[in-house]
């Protein structure tokens, strides 16, 4: 199981693994973009880091999909720490942090008494963070405050870089902040004007998904979604980490809703994709026979044991579709059309064995074969000539 889920995370993800058939006309259509787990403005962030960055990334994304098996929370979760550590993790030297930039970045940090207490500082700085939001502020202004503190953190990691105690405290303070932008990023795009505007669009957004989603998708997801309310107004001051907490769980019901359904998209397609080669060989096998009608009495008999072996596949083939549908019951007139299309060739198997049989009985007794002939499939072939 977790080899084709590998390759449905991979290609919702990270658009590095299209998932298709060789039949195109059911070709696994899964690149969901990158709204799942990954969204489009982080995508386009990572396509600008260095090379060895980005491959670092698919790695570990790679490798963390057998978390599926266990739970898609348990994945979500991963992939939050992977983007988060990743693209925390740029060397100073690519991204040109000179000696005169940090020691400017110090002086605006507190002044120390006892020696620099750059570390400490940036973790004030986050602290503060909370006091320094106004209710109104737009998500491009909780983007562009978040960008500073991870700037800032940057500036200090790579003041720091020579002392790993202070380097591993100050990089868990820039996956905290990367972490904690990522809900803003997301919503760039969207008509929201402030926090609590963008905590009811996303949230009222999720309800409505989750009500057209498959019940097997949305059973635990919508018990979660209904304990997500919106937070309560303080009468002092205004504190939006409840509403960023809030926006990142809601976020994550919806990715966890639209991965669960690729799943069950690409098993049940993968299930029609059987079913429509399992036709297509019968299709072949019959054209076969009726080409065979003329040639030599081992092509024929080759011809009659080839269609003979596709008989039983009407059972095999209607056991993929009827699962495919209750796999995805969008998958419903997919399987009709198929199923129609196995009936129609099937009602042929019999005649074109009749035929074959009766061009075989023709060149034993080398009189020409005719061409109107009934029955087969171990029966009798009866034709126009029989007296």
Known sequence: MVTGIKKVVLSLFIGLVFVSSATPAFALDLNLGLNVGVDKKTRALIEKMPAEIRMQIEKLLADALPLIDKSVLLY????????????????????????????????????????????????????????????????????????????????????????????????????????????????????????????????????????????????????????????????MHFDPIPYEKGLRSLYEIADEVKIKTAIRDIQARQKLVNATRSIDELDASIKSGQQAVNTTIAGIDAAINSLGAHAADKSAIETLLNSAVDILPTAKSQSAALWEKTRLLHEKIDPTIASLRASRVALENKIPPEKKCSGGGGKTPKCDTDR
Request: hydrophobic content about 35%; glycine content about 2%.
């Open 76 to 235: 979500l979760d991963r992939v939050d720490e992977i983007l988060a550590d990743r693209l925390s993790q740029i060397d100073c030297s690519l991204t040109g942090v000179s000696k005169t930039a940090t020691e400017e970045l110090i002086t605006k940090l507190e002044p120390w008494k006892n020696g620099p207490t750059i570390v400490a500082d940036l973790q004030k700085s986050v602290d503060d963070y909370p006091k320094k939001v106004k209710k109104n502020f737009t998500p491009k202004q909780y983007r562009i405050k978040y960008a500073d503190l991870l700037n800032n953190a940057h500036t200090v990691a790579c003041a720091v870089n020579s002392t790993p105690a202070a380097e591993d405290e100050v990089m868990k303070i820039r996956v905290e902040l990367t972490s904690r932008i990522r809900p803003w990023v997301r919503l760039e795009d969207e008509t929201c004007v402030d926090a609590p505007g963008c905590f009811q669009l996303i949230r009222s957004r999720t309800a409505s998904e989750l009500s057209l989603a498959d019940a097997r998708d949305s059973a635990d997801p919508k018990v979660r979604l209904d304990a997500i309310q919106l937070p309560e107004k303080k009468l």
